[in-house]
């Protein structure tokens, strides 16, 4: 068990700067989840933890010790590979069995390991079968089965799951976190997927362009995203965003000439001046009368059974707001809706979040 | 009616194919029954088609005179360039494909020299062998032999291991494995039906060559395809001779090829699909 830290990783491949200036610390036994779209540098970064990608500049530290220079079976880490990468010519058994086999493990010890691992994926009956005869999902559990089997500092996994239908992923999403916990170990997980990473993770880093855009809980980043950027890609439906001018001192929102909404002090910016407004879809809802409301024409519905997606134009500007099932309005209604003010965030022009007036 | 046609049809398709198996094997089943006919039988016209005894004399005359060495040198030589061929051509794929070694030409110029006509080299190569001492030795046939192979090795082992996903080696690197461990635990095992066809046809290279065992040999390595010319006398050929040394050549062949067959299929189709 030991400490992960990244102290100013760089990494150029020729002309292409893919990892830029990246400091990381993570305590042993987290579960850490990179997060970004693809090319943010999230896969090379935990190539490079792995030690089969070199960095340019920086050091990689392991329980204190550089490992930069190492050669990744020096590490003493164990990865789950996007393909899965099991050899179609050993059984399952051997597959699980190779890292402990590479590692000189005692016969003993590692029939032990490998038949524990396979207990703990519920692959037991599979073990003399080749991976050929197996479905994705059973293979993604032999691919599991063959990092955890070994006792490793770090446990890497990179897009693990992207190979899965929904239903599966779903699935493993659950004993993913559930492993974690009867483990105990440093999970890090390389995911382009939003939901992968709030639900599995303690702990998200966002990365864009070879960045870290923000490093918190995924309750902080989804809440209070440091920009527009983070605001943007996590959550689904995604947030709203309102090009907006504010007036008197945050006390108004102008979403056009003639559409103005009055807030109470202290909930929007004191600057005034153009912002974009972030409004999560569950932040909105059905105003009641006299209360002030945004006012806009329904222009689609898409139920999902639970809740109903409304697409609602205020203006010129679409605004999708998560209403109840049961409603009842009707496309071409025009509604009243109201805002969770102090929830929304507010982005200046650079898609920095600017904070309300009363955290300043 | 149906059923009917079907067995005519079975029944015209066997024919054929047997028309077609005994066109290919007639000549080896020729040149097996001179190996036993006497002397008479062989310029009988009309031809005999079945000799009246199996007239081993010609075999126990290449073992009494020593001739059949030729096929264990043949053996030794075509077997070790091929052991040592496949080991250094796989390592020189490996790197070619994992490390770009040579950039993009590198390949091509090397598989180029598998282009040169033997011909034209013989007669530097014997030069060249002649001072080097090397004439008439296992060892002189011997690097030969891997010289002229690993282009052809290194070109085919570079495609097989060109299809091997990274993820596989990259896996293994993680889970403990060095690179040589690499190569032997995953490569090889991977690429094992390019890796044994290549072995193969590498091996038959080796084993039919007649220029350059004509040319560098003398006495001490003379390999069966040159043995065989020396029973083409001013005065008299000896068929049933070439008949039986011929045959001691091509029976290896069929072991290997009946034992290789399955790998030799699959690697060759991968490399058909693969390119």
Known sequence: ?360 | MRRWEHGWRLVLRMILALAIALFFVFPIYWLASISFKSPEEIFAYPPVWVPAELNVSAYIALFRDGDAWAVWNSLVTAGLSTVIAMILGTLAAYGIVRYRTGGENLTIWIISQRMIPPICVAFPIFLLFVALGLIDTFVGLITLYTAFNLPYVIWMMRGYIQDIPLELEQSALVDGLSRWAVITKVIIPMARGGFFATAVFTFIFAWNDFLFALVLTRSEVVTYPVQVTGYFGSQSTFWSQIGAMSMLGVLPMMVVVATMQRFIVRGMSMGAVKG
Not at chain 1, 82 to 98: C, G, K, M, R, W
Not at chain 1, 237 to 264: C, F, T, W, Y
């Open chain 1, 1 to 360: 068990m030991a400490d992960l830290e990244l102290a100013n990783i760089e990494k150029h491949y020729g002309a292409v700067h893919a990892v830029r200036d990246v400091s990381l610390t993570v305590q042993s036994g987290a579960f850490v989840v990179l997060v970004g779209p693809s090319g943010c540098g999230k896969s090379t970064l935990l190539r490079a933890i792995a030690g089969l990608e070199d960095i340019t500049s920086g050091d990689i530290r392991i329980g204190g010790q550089s490992v930069t220079r190492l050669a990744p079976r020096a590490r003493n880490v164990a990865m789950v590979f996007q393909s899965y990468a099991l050899y179609p010519y050993l059984t399952v058994y051997e597959n699980i069995a190779f890292g402990l086999r590479a590692r000189g493990e005692p016969e003993q010890r590692l029939d032990e390991r490998v038949r524990w691992a396979a207990d703990t994926l519920s692959i037991t009956d599979y073990l003399e079968r080749h991976p050929r005869e197996l479905s994705g999902g059973q293979r993604q559990r032999v691919a599991i089965g063959r990092a955890i089997v070994r006792e490793a500092d770090l446990y890497l996994f990179d897009e693990p799951l992207s190979n899965l239908d929904a239903k599966l992923r779903d699935g493993m999403r659950e004993e993913l976190k559930r492993l974690h916990a009867r483990l105990g170990r440093t999970f890090i997980y390389v995911t382009h997927d939003q939901i992968e990473a709030m639900t599995l993770a303690d702990r998200i880093v966002l990365l864009r362009d070879g960045m870290i855009e923000q490093d918190g809980t995924p309750l902080e980043l989804f809440e209070e995203p440091a920009s527009r950027f983070v605001a943007g890609f996590l959550g689904s439906p995604p947030m709203n965003m309102l090009n907006v001018r504010l007036a008197e001192a945050g006390k108004q929102i102008h979403l056009s000439q003639d559409l103005m909404l009055p807030i109470a002090g202290g909930a929007a910016p004191a600057q005034d001046g153009e912002y974009v407004w972030g409004i999560r879809p569950e932040q909105v809802r059905l105003a009641e009368a006299g209360a002030p409301a945004l006012k806009g024409t329904v222009d689609v519905l898409q139920p999902t059974g639970s809740r109903l997606l409304a697409t609602v134009l205020i203006g010129a500007q679409k605004l999708t707001a998560e209403l109840d099932a049961h409603c009842g309005v009707s496309p071409g209604q025009e509604i009243a809706l109201s805002v969770a003010i102090s929830r929304t965030v507010f982005f200046d022009g650079e898609g920095r979040r600017v904070g309300p007036a009363t955290a300043g």
